[in-house]
């Protein structure tokens, strides 16, 4: 099952736009957009992965022990951090959004604005 | 467009989608076969070059220090787009908080955890570029740690951690220090970002050369701007909130 890692990251991602398109409710619909992209990240550190290695830490290990890829790593908490920032937009602006049209559905808003 | 049609679309879609998905992936390389050479290359180098025995940390501050750069103003931004939102309604008169926390129990393993975070996001940071750790995962483990304040005290006590003129300037700080150490390479004529200080002691808290204050400069950042997030959201939204369940 050497792809396994691979479709399972697929079905995150699919699983999150599922998630966005019948949300019900702004706070729902971002966490769901949080999960699509947190499907990035299985996909990068199932990528990194090396057969046997070991984490990219080298306190108290031998220096050329087989290690992942610490490169994917590193994009990965890139991508956590953008993820988190992108997050607290998205709920400022739902927050905005409530307070302009007294409901948190994406129908509803969608309805109101004709 | 109804929502039945919009499920019915992002159906058929998704189908497309999956098989794509699929298609990709039996493609990929074997799970564990890939052997990208940059990854294997700085697992060797950066121990070499630099003596810090975290190479994920080595990676981040150092050999894609300008990539960090630009994940630390994206940050920023966020930050200052969140503020210009949440300041800019008129939400007419603040509420009067409220400051009773009926329960000891919260109260005592509140006050503790807040200091056992707090050590912990040091510790992470501290020792990022020698053990697992770095200034991203400290910096968010001690903005929770000061954010536990509010749960296990009062606002009154949260007050002054959440206060504009205390965390601008240190996220202004956190973000320009990093641009400012980069700069510095610069200034000795090298390019931006440039790696400036000798290795040091192999695996220890001395090694890493510029790594230490890259490092100390976005938990800085990561800490101040997470602290800013949450004031605006506790100002904004929780205590007019908590105000009007108590009316």
């Known amino acids: ?114 | 467009m109804t929502r039945t049609v919009r499920i019915g679309l992002f159906s058929a879609a998704a189908v497309v989608l999956a098989i794509l998905l699929c298609w990709t992936a039996v493609d990929l390389p074997d799970f564990g076969n890939y052997r990208g050479p940059y990854g294997g290359l700085l697992n060797h180098v950066a121990p070499a070059e630099r003596h810090v025995t975290e190479v994920v940390t080595a990676t981040v501050f150092d050999y894609r220090g300008f990539d960090t750069l630009g994940e630390e103003l994206i940050l920023f931004t966020a930050v200052a787009g969140v503020v210009l939102l949440l300041e800019q309604g008129e939400r007419g008169e603040r509420p009067e908080p409220s400051e009773s926390i009926g329960s000891d129990a919260v109260r005592v393993l509140g006050a503790l955890a807040v200091g056992a975070a707090v050590l912990v996001g040091l510790w992470l940071t501290a020792f990022g570029y020698v053990t697992p750790g770095g200034g991203f995962q400290g910096g968010v483990a001690i903005a929770s740690g000061i954010v536990l304040l509010w749960v296990a005290t009062s606002l009154r006590v949260w007050g002054p951690f959440g206060s504009d003129s205390i965390l601008d300037p240190l996220e202004g700080v956190g973000a320009g220090g990093y641009i400012v150490i980069g700069l510095a390479a610069l200034a000795s004529g090298l390019p931006f970002l440039t790696n400036l200080f000798g290795p040091g002691r192999y695996g220890t808290l001395q090694s890493g050369g510029s790594i230490p204050f890259l490092n100390w400069a976005a938990a800085l950042e990561v800490t101040a701007a997470l602290l800013i997030l949450f004031s605006k959201f506790l100002e904004e939204y929780v205590v007019p909130l908590a105000a009007g369940d108590e009316r």
């Open chain 1, 1 to 114: 099952m050497s792809v396994l890692p691979y479709l399972v990251a697929a079905w995150i991602c699919l699983v999150g736009l599922y998630g966005i398109v019948t949300s019900r409710h702004l706070v729902h619909l971002a966490l769901c957009l949080t999960i699509t992209q947190s499907s990035t990240y299985v996909l990068l550190l199932a990528i990194g992965y090396v057969k046997g290695g070991g984490p990219p830490i080298f306190k108290g290990v031998k220096l050329g022990t087989t290690a992942v890829d610490p490169v994917v790593q590193a994009l990965t908490l890139t991508d956590i951090v953008v993820s988190v920032a992108v997050l607290a937009l998205i709920l400022a602006l739902a927050l905005d959004v409530h307070e302009r049209a007294g409901t948190m559905d994406p129908d509803e808003i969608a309805e109101l604005k004709g």
